[in-house]
């Protein structure tokens, strides 16, 4: 019976995009929304314009509806993983399939703009297939992973190799 050993990992990264607003916030935000909104109905409705009152429930419709839609777009996430034998990039996204990408890393390169800019991307390119990955990061943010995932490759391309075998 032969034992596989599982690949050594190098470099391993979960990146999801990031809200400032957390559920707590929202139901602040909403309640604070609705009672303004109650309360400018209120004086519309006091001053002989009431058919202004189905718009003021309107925004907050369209609010609600904007966030549910930021919610959302917050479960995609990005893995990149590298280990003793690939690089493989996956992309999940809310209601869209799977997207795998796997790279031989001793040809891989990491690309960006330096010093980053608003624009610059995390490019990823080996054997004439690129993959763009952290795209939703902020600019600093993807100039530390480039760092960080260059770091794991050069700790990658100096791994020791295995002892020759004895004759």
């Known amino acids: 019976m032969t034992m596989t050993r599982a690949p050594r990992v190098f470099f ?5 995009p990031h809200r400032s607003l957390g559920r707590r916030g929202f139901r602040v935000l909403m ?3 609705i009672l303004a ?3 400018i109905a ?14 003021c429930g309107l925004d907050v419709l369209i609010l609600w509806l904007a966030f549910r839609v930021n919610y959302r777009s917050a479960r995609l996430y990005e893995r990149v993983r590298l280990t003793d034998t690939d690089l493989t990039v996956q992309r999940v996204a809310w209601k869209a399939p799977e997207k ?3 790279f031989q890393p001793y040809w891989l390169r990491v690309s960006m703009d330096d010093p980053p800019r608003h624009e610059s991307q995390v490019t990823l ?3 004439g297939q690129s993959v763009v990955v952290g795209s939703f990061l902020s600019p600093d943010e993807r100039a530390e992973f480039a760092k960080a995932l260059n770091g794991a490759l050069v700790a990658w391309r100096r791994a020791p190799c295995p002892p020759e075998p004895a004759l």
């Open 31 to 33: 309640g604070v929304v």
């Open 125 to 127: 390119t080996s054997h």
């Open 12 to 16: 391993d990264a979960i990146l999801h």
């Open 42 to 55: 209120g004086i519309f409705v006091a001053s002989g314009a009431w058919p202004v009152v189905p718009f």
């Open 100 to 102: 795998r990408w796997t």
């Open 37 to 39: 909104n109650l309360l």
